[in-house]
Nanobody, 124 residues
């Protein structure tokens, strides 16, 4: 089983990036999926999650109105559209999947599957 995030790179403040995460090895259509990030020198933090049907996205306050999470179960993928980027969005972004949506946002709740990170750097 593998989650592969991509799409990271450099952007200017106010710009946009889109992060896809492709899952393989098993279907994730019944799983919650989402994103965490780890800024340089800081702990990992929750960014966004979406339930199995895609009907309930949930965001950390700092990205609400700027980031959009979506999923395509047919493609076994989750996406993070990041608009109006800020320098404080600079981080290594990780996608994850877990059967439990309600606890997904908790950093201490260990998700079943993690992908390797993709680096996002936002300059001012």
């Amino acid at each position: 089983v593998q989650l592969q995030a991509s799409g990271g790179g450099a952007a200017r403040a106010g710009g946009l990036l889109s992060l896809p995460c492709a899952a393989s090895g098993r279907p994730f259509s019944t799983y919650a999926m989402g994103w965490f990030r780890q800024p340089p020198g800081k702990e990992r933090e929750f960014v966004a999650t979406i339930n199995w049907s895609g009907s309930s996205p949930y965001y950390v306050d700092s990205v609400k109105g700027r980031f959009t999470i979506s999923r395509d179960s047919a493609k076994n993928a989750v996406y993070l559209q990041m608009n109006s980027l800020k320098p404080e969005d600079t981080a290594l972004y990780y996608c994850a999947a877990d059967p439990r949506y309600s606890d997904f946002f908790l950093n201490e709740y260990e998700k079943a599957y993690w992908g390797k990170g993709t680096l996002v750097t936002v300059s001012s």
